[in-house]
């Protein structure tokens, strides 16, 4: 696995698991995005891009207006 990122817990100063990254080698187009979940590289980023960048918990409604202004005008891949 290419190592991208730390995982949620690492980011938060708490010790946590695996950090994040992509399988390789890998036989597919886009390859695939380890977290907590498995998925697609696109999907993923995808993902992101419509939580404004930050795909985490939204921990009070002003954090979610916040994430929604920042997610308005990003276009999928």
């Known amino acids: 696995m290419l190592t991208l990122v730390p995982d949620r817990l690492h980011k ?3 010790s946590g698991g695996s950090p994040c990254g992509i399988i390789l080698p890998d036989s597919s187009v886009e390859g695939l ?14 993902w992101v891009f ?4 930050f795909p985490g918990i939204t921990r009070s409604e ?8 920042l997610a308005r005008d990003l276009l999928p891949l």
């Open 12 to 14: 938060e100063n708490v």
């Open 33 to 46: 995005f380890v977290g907590e979940t498995t998925t697609p590289f696109v999907s993923f980023r995808n």
């Open 62 to 69: 002003s954090e979610w207006h916040v994430k929604q202004d």
């Open 50 to 53: 419509l939580h404004g960048g």
